[in-house]
T-cell receptor, first 110, second 110 residues
Framework: ETGVTQTPRHLVMGMTNKKSLKCEQH?????MYWYKQSAKKPLELMFV???????ENNSVPSRFSPECPNSSHLFLHLHTLQPEDSALYLC?????????FGPGTRLLVL | QKEVEQNSGPLSVPEGAIASLNCTYS??????FFWYRQYSGKSPELIMS????GDKEDGRFTAQLNKASQYVSLLIRDSQPSDSATYLC??????????FGGGTRVLVKP
């Protein structure tokens, strides 16, 4: 266990659904990240939050909406997703030296 | 040109042999590099970080960095079947953002 937890671990949703992914870190880190990992593609950085402020949005479609209410929690709100959004969504946090990943949420959009 | 490039493999290695993985990067300003191991269906876990030219050893793992040639490598000595995984190379950009390569799949055969 890295000290970064994610829920749910698996999610199946239709294109008209709204769902949220949750990430929590128990490491006292101040920066948190969302990554997307699709089959046969490199890990893609989606969003970066430093001290609860979004500092990076890597041209992510608006159907993905992040929220960071405090330094320990990070959400990714999903709505009207497309089948090509099916992927492993990974949360990470950092102590400014090393990024620690959560176990990921495996998302399938039907 | 991709920012971080890796041979996708699979790299097939007999048990007990040395596995040699290579990674090249395009941004000469990159200062910090990381090797992550990712088992199938799991999230990446950090194996090594390296910041200076030369070798860095940790147990059976040795990372090598050559900034002039823009490559970083990972050697796994005495390879074990449990080392079978995908190995991700990453470089750190400003703001503690990581850019990942596509990963090299390693298969250690008993």
């Amino acid at each position: 266990e890295t000290g970064v937890t994610q829920t749910p671990r698996h999610l199946v949703m239709g294109m008209t659904n709204k769902k949220s992914l949750k990430c929590e870190q128990h490491l006292g880190h101040n920066a948190m990240y969302w990554y997307k990992q699709s089959a046969k593609k490199p890990l893609e950085l989606m969003f970066v939050y430093n001290f609860k402020e979004q500092t990076e949005n890597n041209s992510v479609p608006s159907r993905f909406s992040p929220e960071c209410p405090n330094s320990s929690h990070l959400f990714l709100h999903l709505h009207t997703l497309q089948p090509e959004d099916s992927a492993l969504y990974l949360c990470a946090s950092t102590n400014q030296e090393t990024q620690y990943f959560g176990p990921g949420t495996r998302l399938l959009v039907l | 040109q991709k920012e971080v490039e890796q041979n996708s493999g699979p790299l097939s290695v007999p048990e007990g042999a040395i596995a040699s993985l290579n990674c090249t990067y395009s941004d000469r300003g990159s200062q910090s590099f990381f090797w992550y191991r990712q088992y199938s269906g799991k999230s990446p876990e950090l194996i090594m970080s390296i910041y200076s030219n030369g070798d860095k050893e940790d147990g059976r793992f040795t990372a090598q960095l050559n900034k002039a040639s823009q490559y970083v490598s990972l050697l796994i000595r005495d390879s074990q079947p449990s080392d079978s995984a995908t190995y991700l190379c990453a470089r750190e950009a400003a703001g503690n953002k990581l850019t990942f390569g596509g990963g090299t799949r390693v298969l250690v055969k008993p």
